[in-house]
């Protein structure tokens, strides 16, 4: 697990660097520029088209505000992007601007006054920047400054497939629910009998195990939720096709409110006994609590690690084994833009990696998913402990 | 869109919708499955603990009815020995009746033979007397014939006669 982890910051690290690199050679067309200049930049842009395995990883792995679904170059070696539109919605001064993605031409364009910025530390996010007509009757955007960030609310990439998993499950298991409810007392069938022994697991070897005697019940639901919540949009994850491949349970803001849920509902269920062990930890020598509250700092730290380390462990794997397996994927490229044989040859290499990589991804979807949710029982345990 | 730093957006989205996904499935979902799987297993326990009980009674059950067989096996061995016993009983009193029967018969046959042979002997003899005295007269009309003969005889008999 550490060392996974570790991995995948190193590639986090190295892809940022190779990303922002290529992002520096291929500025494009928004600076003050003559025309020849930028016909200059766009044929160096398509000839600089070569395959970017870092910046190609990273746009698959983050969130975005279009759905990209392919991208092809015609006859007159112009790109052409084919993707689903999808809603932005900002806040931004005091009032909800709302408009479809694809008014910013894959980022490339401005509408009303919003863009998508391309490099700095806000890239890839949406900015207002600041509009200056000149006479010649040519709008060209003058950045501030200070480019003002809207609070940015669009159904993105990640949102949709969210959207979509809450729909999917809900329907999911209101049907497996109403199964059980025409087929009373009898034996599950079909998707009823492939989800029972999960339900039956959680509840059994995690709820109860973890946070024991009648208590678990209470806190059942939510660990179903966030076991199948998190299993089935890993295993949806893992499609490469659209609804799928979106690295949802792999993006940080998702895994956040999953932390927060957790952590909210064990504080909140906390009891004395609980508190009384973290500011006031029993068995622990009194130097160790009174004049320098050692043990509490350590104990009140933990309370926060905890779900921060859940936030991360389940970003951090399931956003590795995407890297890896599009790695693995852009290898075919990267061989094949040095020779299209070599590019052939490394593709079955290639795939054979991928299709293992894949099938260990159905292992970590599963893994991760219970070890969120067993670390999450765990902690409602610890916290509903009664002394003893 | 930053990797690791979380966005506004996907963080109001999914507390949203994980809400929202939360309750539909605690109300709509986790709860009637939860309350089947609780009610089927119960009525598994049930059922296993009916099944475990309707064992017993069977092995109860069984184990009277080998009591009760074994009863009446016993019932009957001790029957038929005592038949036998009687059977045994019969046979040597028959035996014995038969015996005496048999004795008193020959004694009574015996008997009867011993009185024939007495009658017989009695008749044989009487009728050896009546000869004996025919064959007398015989003789002494033959010897008796001439005077002289019965003189002779006479005179021997007187002879004969002591006179003490």
């Given at each position: 697990m550490i060392l996974r982890t570790l991995l995948i910051y190193l590639l986090i690290v190295f892809l940022n660097i190779s990303y922002s690199y290529a992002e520096a050679s291929m500025l494009?067309?928004?600076?003050?520029?003559?025309r020849e200049e930028k016909i200059h930049d766009i044929l160096e842009h398509t000839e600089e088209a070569e395959f970017n395995a870092g910046k190609m990883i990273l746009e698959h792995v983050i969130d975005a505000h279009e759905w990209h679904i392919l991208t092809y170059t015609d006859s007159e070696r112009e790109k052409h992007h084919v993707s689903i539109p999808l809603p932005v919605i900002l806040y931004h001064e005091g009032e909800i601007v709302t408009f479809w993605s694809s008014k910013l031409e894959h980022g490339h364009g401005t509408h009303k006054g919003f863009k998508i910025e391309t490099?700095?530390?806000?890239?890839g996010m949406i900015i207002k920047t600041l509009e200056r007509e000149i006479l010649e009757g040519e709008r060209i955007l003058v950045e501030g400054d200070e480019a003002s960030i809207p609070i940015d609310l669009s159904i993105t990439k990640n949102v949709l497939a969210m959207f979509i998993s809450v729909i999917l499950l809900s329907w999911i298991f209101i049907s497996v629910a109403n199964s059980y409810k025409r087929r009373k007392g009898k034996a599950p069938k079909g998707l009823q009998s492939f989800l029972e022994p999960l339900i039956i697991f959680i509840r059994d070897d995690i709820a109860k195990t973890s946070i024991g005697g009648k208590k678990y019940e209470k806190y059942l639901p939510y660990l179903l939720t966030i076991f199948f919540f998190i299993f089935f949009n890993n295993l949806f994850g893992l499609v490469p096709f659209f609804p799928g491949g979106v690295n949802l349970t792999g993006n940080i803001g998702v895994t956040l409110v999953l932390a927060l849920f957790t952590f909210a509902i064990t504080i909140f269920n906390a009891n004395k006994n609980y508190w009384k062990h973290i500011f006031n930890t029993p068995g622990v020598p009194w130097w160790l609590k009174f004049p320098v509250p050692l043990m509490p700092v350590v104990e009140v730290m933990g309370v926060f690690t905890k779900p921060f380390v859940l936030m991360i462990r389940l970003f951090a794997n399931i956003t590795a084994g995407h890297i890896v397996i599009l790695g693995f994927i852009s290898l075919i490229f990267i061989f094949s833009s040095i020779s299209p044989a070599l590019g052939y040859g490394v593709s079955v290499v290639s795939v054979a990696f991928s299709v293992f990589m894949g099938l260990l991804e159905l292992l970590v979807a599963f893994i991760q998913a219970y070890v969120f949710t067993l670390l999450s029982a765990l902690y409602f345990g610890m916290a509903t402990e009664e002394h003893h | 869109m930053e990797l690791v730093s979380p966005g506004i957006g996907p963080i109001f989205w999914m507390t949203i919708s994980f809400g929202i996904l939360l309750w539909i499935l605690a109300k709509y979902a986790w709860k009637p499955i939860m309350k089947a799987l609780n009610e089927r297993e119960t009525s598994i326990d049930e059922a296993l603990n009916a099944a475990k009980t309707a064992k017993q009674e069977m092995e109860q059950l069984k184990f009277s009815n080998e009591e009760l067989l074994k009863e009446a096996k016993e019932e009957r061995d001790s029957l038929l020995k005592d038949a036998r016993k009687i059977k045994e009983n019969i046979i040597e009193e028959a035996k014995i009746k038969a015996k005496e029967e048999a004795e008193k018969i020959v004694e009574l046959a015996k008997e009867s033979i011993q009185f024939e042979k007495m009658a017989a002997i009695t008749e044989l003899k009487n009728q050896l007397g009546s000869l004996s005295i025919e064959i007398a007269e015989k003789i002494l009309k033959e010897e008796l014939s001439g005077t002289e003969k019965q003189k002779e005889l006479i005179k021997r008999l007187i002879g004969e006669v002591n006179f003490n």
């Open positions: 494009s067309d928004d600076t003050k520029e003559t490099e700095g530390e806000n890239k | -």
